[in-house]
Nanobody, 122 residues
Framework: HVQLVESGGGSVQAGGSLRLSCTAS????????MAWFRQAQGKEREVVANIASDGTTTYADSVKGRFAISRDASIPTLYLQMNSLKPEDTAMYYC?????????????????WGQGTQVTVS
C-alpha cells in the first residue's frame, strides 16, 4: 500500500518562499509520474507541476519561473520549491502519483494522494 505524506506548508508573506516535501512509503519513485496539485477554497483541484520518470518537468503557467519540482529517488522524496509566493498561491497542496502512464494535468488520472499541506500567503 503506497502512502504519501506532505510537509513543509505554512504561512508566509507575499514574496517569500517555502519548500514542500512529499515522502513515500512502500514505493519507489522511479517509473511513475509524480505531481503536485493544489486546491484553493471553493475552487477545483488544479495541477501545479509534475515530473515524469525520465525527469521531464511540466508547470502550470501560473507558477512557471517561480516553482520548481524535483525528487530524490534514494530517499524517496518529492519536493516543490516555491519562490516569489503570491496571495493567489494560497491553497491546500497535495502530492500525487500515477499508478502507470504518462504525466497528466487531470487529477482523476492519479491513483495515490497525500493528505495535503496548507500554504497561506498574505
Amino acid at each position: 500500500h503506497v502512502q504519501l505524506v506532505e510537509s513543509g506548508g505554512g504561512s508566509v508573506q507575499a514574496g517569500g518562499s517555502l519548500r514542500l516535501s512529499c515522502t513515500a512509503s512502500n514505493y519507489r519513485f522511479s517509473g511513475n509520474c509524480m505531481a503536485w496539485f493544489r486546491q484553493a477554497q471553493g475552487k477545483e483541484r488544479e495541477v501545479v507541476a509534475n515530473i515524469a520518470s525520465d525527469g521531464t518537468t511540466t508547470y502550470a503557467d501560473s507558477v512557471k519561473g517561480r516553482f520548481a519540482i524535483s525528487r530524490d529517488a534514494s530517499i524517496p522524496t518529492l519536493y516543490l520549491q516555491m519562490n516569489s509566493l503570491k496571495p493567489e498561491d494560497t491553497a491546500m497542496y497535495y502530492c500525487a502519483r500515477r499508478r502507470y502512464g504518462a504525466c497528466s494535468p487531470n487529477a482523476d488520472r492519479y491513483a495515490y494522494w497525500g493528505q495535503g499541506t496548507q500554504v497561506t500567503v498574505s
